[in-house]
C-alpha cells in the first residue's frame, strides 16, 4: 500500500510532555489539536514549525497515544532553540511526514543491528521500538549506542527497558566521566563484540556522517553486504516536498529520495560535501 500524501501545511500539535535528555537536547510528546498528519514509518521526518520564528527538519523518533507524535530535538539554532523551550501546553506546526523509513520489516528473521551516534539514536528510536514490539520476529536485536559523555546520551533512561524487551545494548563513550563504568571510545569499536551473523545482518546506522563512514566500512568488512547496511542522511532541508532543491546530494533530493537510503547507493555520495 502507498504512502498517503504529506499535507504542506502545518497541522496544528500541542506539546503534552517535555522531557530533558541531555543539556540540549528535550524530547517533546505532542498531541494533535485538529486532523492528525498520516501515520509515520520509522525513519521519517517532519517540518517542525516554531510560530513566529521558523520551521525546521526533525526526525520522528516515535509515536504515543492519541496518534501523537514522538520528536527529540538538538538547540542548535533559533528554530530548535524555541522548540527545544516549549513547555506543556505549547502549540506548534507540523507537516509530514516525508521521506524514506529505515524498512525494519524487511529485516524480519535476520539480526537487526542498529548503530548510532550521538543524536542520531533518536532517529532509531522508532526502528527499535517497532522491532521489540515484535521481538519473535528477529534472531537479534542489538543496539551499539555512541556518545561523547555520559551526560549526552540520549534515551538513557530508556536502556534498561529496551534491554528488558529482548534488546542487547552496548554503550561506549569518547570521553569517561566519575563513575562511568562501560566502554570507552568509538563505536565502531563494538561491532566486533557484536558477534552477529554477518550474512545475516541488516545494519541500520545513524549519526555524524564519519561516523557513518566508519561503520559501515567496519560492517562491510566483516561481511554484511552493502543492500543490507542502511544510512539516515542529512542535507539542508527546507520545503519536505522535493520543490527547493536544498536538500540535493548528488543525484538525490534527500526529503524525497532519502534520508535513509542504502550504504550500496550512499558510499559514492559521502564523499560531497554538504555547502
Known amino acids: 500500500m502507498s504512502q498517503p500524501s504529506a499535507p504542506v501545511l502545518p497541522a496544528r500539535y500541542q506539546v503534552m510532555e517535555r522531557q530533558q535528555e541531555t543539556r540540549d537536547t528535550v524530547t517533546l510528546w505532542l498531541r494533535p489539536v485538529d486532523q ?17 520564528i521558523g520551521e525546521v527538519p526533525i526526525s520522528i523518533s516515535g509515536t504515543g497515544p492519541d496518534f501523537g507524535l514522538v520528536q527529540t530535538v538538538r538547540a542548535v539554532g533559533a528554530v530548535t532553540r524555541a522548540l527545544c523551550s516549549c513547555a506543556p ?5 507540523v507537516r509530514g511526514p516525508y521521506g524514506t523509513a529505515w524498512n525494519v520489516a524487511g529485516a524480519v528473521g535476520d539480526d537487526l543491528l542498529i548503530v548510532a551516534g550521538g543524536i542520531g539514536l533518536a ?7 517497532s522491532a521489540l514490539g515484535h521481538r519473535e520476529r528477529y534472531r537479534r536485536v542489538v543496539v551499539l549506542a555512541g556518545a561523547r559523555s555520559p551526560e549526552e546520551l540520549v534515551f ?7 534491554r528488558r524487551d529482548g534488546a542487547e545494548v552496548a554503550v561506549t563513550v569518547d570521553q569517561a566521566a566519575a563513575g562511568w563504568t562501560g566502554h570507552v ?9 557484536a558477534d552477529v551473523d554477518a550474512g545475516r545482518t541488516t545494519a541500520l546506522i545513524c549519526g555524524p556522517e564519519v561516523m557513518m563512514r566508519l561503520t559501515a566500512r567496519e560492517l562491510r568488512a566483516v561481511g554484511v553486504p552493502a543492500t543490507q ?7 539542508n532541508m527546507r520545503c519536505g516536498v522535493a520543490e527547493c532543491g536544498h536538500c540535493q546530494l548528488g543525484p538525490l533530493l534527500l526529503c524525497r529520495d532519502g534520508p535513509v537510503i542504502s550504504y550500496e547507493v550512499a558510499m559514492p555520495l559521502l564523499a560531497i560535501r554538504e555547502l
Open 156 to 162: 538513557a533512561r530508556e536502556l534498561a527497558g529496551w
Open 89 to 93: 501546553g505549547k502549540v506548534i506546526g
Open 185 to 193: 571510545g568509538v563505536v565502531t569499536q563494538l561491532i566486533g563484540r
Open 36 to 52: 492528525p498528519i498520516p501515520e509515520y514509518r520509522p525513519g521519517q521526518f517532519t517540518m517542525l514549525y516554531a510560530p513566529g
Open 229 to 235: 547496511i542502511r544510512m539516515s542522511l542529512e542535507r
Open 123 to 129: 532517529p532509531l528510536r522508532g526502528a527499535l521500538l
